[in-house]
């Protein structure tokens, strides 16, 4: 009997044990096919850096630049020019191909507008089609008015070490705020371990599935030493065949821009 | 024959219970063929809305487009050239009509009045400020062939009609740079004398008059040239015109940014638009490039659609197609069939031969497209027919009553047959031929009561004293009509008389198991 008993408290002890390695083993739901266990774990405010180390390296406070977008589904190429205020104010116009040129888009706020200079009407966008398509490209209209809202838009949760083509990284998941108007269940924005520059963003929809990637490319240096992607590409991650891509083709950060750049007559200006 | 006349004879012995008796027979057949006729009637009402406007009675479609109604799914010219002549030679199908549907951005364009600078000042641009642009909507772009389109729905006849009065006087005195009060009595003592009714077609040739007068110096700003006198015409043209469907020719042909429009009220009321305003339209095309066109309203439908109302363009479909970069494509055909009530037959037989002749090509009736409509017409009818069998259920009981109180009353006179030798098998077979004989005579009455009825309800309707009843996205109409169907008196008929029979099993019951001495002594 005694013996009996000292053999069954010896297998749970080796179970008991053995638990917590076994569900280190287990790949969580969101952890990508690449992901390795945490060599350390991550520091308490790791998740807020991350976050705050992205808008400043994406944004400055202004921005003017030339870009191509690359729409693969349609075999097109636009170039265009565009003018950007952080936070919230934004215009951007096609310059090529000229069948095209002239076209332009405005942000202000949250708010987005359209000018077309064939029939020269300015058009703000509903609310009701901001999850239609920005340009004919696999970003959506409420992309381009909601691109710089992950803090006031999104709760972080805590970062887990993973993996990239090669490249150690931190994965945050980022769950929208109760009263944020988001179309997103989730983001999982995954940076580089070394230095935080952004290199992928998950968007997940209301099912939990994967509804499309945004990679950045091409980090260089700028003037004032951050480390800037110069191409950003979209993939549908539900349909295929469907990406696209923007390629900045010069950017120059300024410390600001007038505010007459981003109104109606700015909006005009091209045609 | 014999047999049948004594039971004629019988039914007449207690003349007060078998005109009691056949009346309940006569007023239940009546009674459940008007219900009938009605709910009939409703439903193809409601039907109507739908297949007269949006639906069709059919639709061939490329497979996908009803999940996905995007322009990658379209029907080509080629498809077109092969499934057009098979359509018009199926015997079924009495019209057909292409559409090419998308989705876009509709604003209003601002008035360009005859003689505002080029520049948009007219659009209040002076302060640049891009909250004043026009609100802009979603839309639901339809591109018709007007035309074709006229046979298979009645969106052209759905169109509101109008007096331009009101929109012809504000233009004229606008065309003409007057004041309002001035232009307004000018233009419309020019009017009356083209026309003393004033319908507004009249105004159009008077101001065009007055702009010629205005260019030769008799009038206002008479230094402004040619081109503003273009304008002053032009914009006769576009509102003192009444409002109608789109002009079966494609208008401006060597204009791809300008055309035509038709919009439903509800867009119509949200833009702030009416007939001879602009709106413009950017959508994306098939390509992907941005798209954008202007405009003139000649029309402002309000349908059986709640949707349509709400949020639909209509213009040309080939200038509309070009400028996507489809040229001579479609989204869909539309059919209209003889026999509407045959449409989901003759689309499945449509179907077959399609999918074999263009694979990838479908063909759908009203019930595949709008399923939830087809659910609720079907729910109504079960409920209804369930409801009539439980009252009738209740109409079984009286008549077991009266044909058991009538046996009852006989008990003596069957006991004397059954001395006398009749068999009870005999008296049985009598008693049940005079329960048929009354109620086919009761319900001939109550079929001819209700097909009088019917008529009534056909032609005048029921008013049900609202202003618009939705249902599964389409608008019922205020007024019912009953419809003539063979499947009323049929059912109606049916119906009773199975429940009479069942009335007369227990009587008959009781007269299998009477001994002719108990009957005698019975009083």
Redesign the interface.
């Known amino acids: 009997m005694g013996i009996a008993m000292t053999r069954v408290g010896l297998a749970l002890l080796v179970l008991l044990a053995a638990l917590p390695t076994a569900a280190q083993v287990a790949p969580g739901p969101s952890a990508p096919a690449n992901a390795t266990s945490a060599a350390a774990a991550p520091p308490a405010d790791l998740a807020r850096r991350i976050i705050d180390d992205v808008e400043a390296r994406m944004r400055g406070k202004a921005s003017v630049g030339t870009l191509e977008m690359v729409i693969e589904r349609y075999h097109r190429t636009l170039r265009m020019d565009f003018q950007e205020v952080f936070p919230d104010r934004s215009l951007v116009r096609i310059t090529a191909p000229a069948e095209d040129a002239g076209v332009a888009s405005l942000k202000r706020g949250h708010d987005l507008w359209t000018y077309n200079p064939r029939i020269d009407q300015v058009q703000k966008i509903p609310p009701a089609l901001m999850l239609d398509a920005w340009m004919g490209s696999e970003f959506t209209n409420d992309d381009v008015s909601r691109g710089s809202s992950l803090k006031l838009d999104y709760e972080t949760g805590s970062a887990e070490a993973a993996t990239r083509d090669g490249v150690p990284t931190w994965r945050l998941v980022l769950v929208p705020r109760p009263d944020s108007p988001v179309v997103w269940e989730k983001l999982v924005l995954e940076v580089a371990r070394d230095d935080l520059r952004p290199l992928a963003q998950e968007f997940y929809d209301e099912r939990g599935k994967l509804a499309r990637v945004l990679l950045f490319k091409d980090f260089r240096s700028m003037p004032d030493g951050r480390l800037y992607p110069f191409v950003w590409r979209m993939e549908n991650r539900q349909e295929a065949g469907r990406a696209t891509e923007i390629r900045v083709q010069a950017m120059e950060f300024k410390d600001g821009l007038p505010d007459a750049v981003f109104s109606q007559r700015g909006l005009k200006r091209g045609r | 024959m014999q047999f049948l006349g004594l039971c004629w004879r019988d039914i007449g012995r207690n003349r007060r219970r078998s005109v009691l008796t056949g009346l309940v027979m006569g007023f239940s057949v009546m009674a459940m063929m008007a219900v009938i006729a009605l709910n009939e009637g409703s439903h193809r009402q409601l039907i109507e809305s739908a297949t007269d406007t949006l639906l069709g009675h059919a639709q061939i479609q490329r497979e996908g487009f009803r999940e996905q109604p995007d322009l990658e799914h379209h029907l080509t010219p080629a498809e077109l050239a092969v499934l057009a002549p098979e359509v018009q030679a199926a015997e079924d199908v009495k019209a057909w009509a292409p559409r090419l549907v998308t989705g876009g951005?509709v604003?209003r364009?601002a008035h360009e009045a005859p003689g505002a600078d080029d520049d948009?000042a007219a659009e209040g641009?002076a302060g640049?400020?891009?909250e004043?642009?026009?609100?802009?909507?979603?839309a639901f772009v339809l591109g018709v062939e007007p035309a074709r389109e006229r046979q298979v729905s009645r969106l052209a006849a759905s169109v509101l009609p109008d007096r331009p009065r009101a929109r012809c006087l504000r233009a004229c005195g606008a065309a003409l740079g007057l004041a309002k009060a001035a232009g307004d009595a000018r233009c419309e003592a020019a009017c009356r004398e083209a026309e003393p009714g004033f319908e507004g077609a009249a105004c159009a040739t008077a101001g065009t008059r007055l702009c010629g007068e205005r260019a030769t110096g008799s009038g206002p700003r008479a230094d402004e040239g040619e081109d503003a006198t273009a304008r002053c015409r032009a914009t006769f043209l576009e509102y003192c015109e009444p409002a109608r469907f789109l002009a079966d020719a494609t208008p401006l042909p060597d204009q791809p940014?300008l055309g035509e429009a038709v919009l439903g009220s509800g867009l119509a009321a949200m833009l702030g638009v009416d007939v001879g305003d602009r709106v413009?339209l950017?959508t994306?095309t098939a390509?992907?490039?941005?798209f954008?066109?202007?405009y003139r309203v000649t029309g402002v439908l309000h349908s059986g659609s709640v949707e349509l109302n709400r949020t639909t363009l209509l213009t040309h479909l080939d200038k509309l197609a070009a400028g996507l970069d489809l040229p001579g494509a479609a989204s869909v055909l539309v059919l209209a069939v003889h026999y509407p009530a045959a449409a989901p037959e003759v689309a499945a037989a449509l179907d077959r031969r399609v999918t074999s002749l263009t694979p990838g090509l479908r063909a759908w009736s009203w019930r595949e497209l709008s399923p939830e409509l087809y659910i609720v017409i079907l729910l109504d009818s079960v409920s209804l027919y369930v409801t009539l069998i439980l009252m009738f259920t209740v109409i079984g009981v009286i008549l077991i009553n009266i044909v058991t109180m009538s046996v009852l009353e006989r008990t003596r006179e069957y006991g004397v047959r059954l001395a006398l030798g009749e068999s009870p098998r005999r008296i049985l077979w009598g008693l049940v031929t005079e329960t048929c004989l009354l109620c086919l005579a009761s319900a001939a009455v109550g079929v001819v009561l209700g097909e009088g009825l019917t008529w009534l309800m056909h032609t005048r309707g029921i008013d049900l004293g609202v202003d618009q009843v939705q249902v599964a996205g389409v608008l019922g109409q205020a007024v019912i009509y009953g419809d003539f169907t063979l499947l009323a008196p049929v059912f109606s008929v049916a119906t009773v008389l199975g429940f009479s029979l069942l009335g007369s099993l227990y009587p008959a019951w009781r007269i299998h198991r009477l001994r002719p001495v108990d009957a005698l002594r019975f009083s």
């Open positions: 951005l604003s364009k948009g641009d640049g400020s891009v004043d642009s026009a609100a802009a909507e979603g940014w413009a950017t994306g390509t992907g490039r941005p954008a066109t202007l």
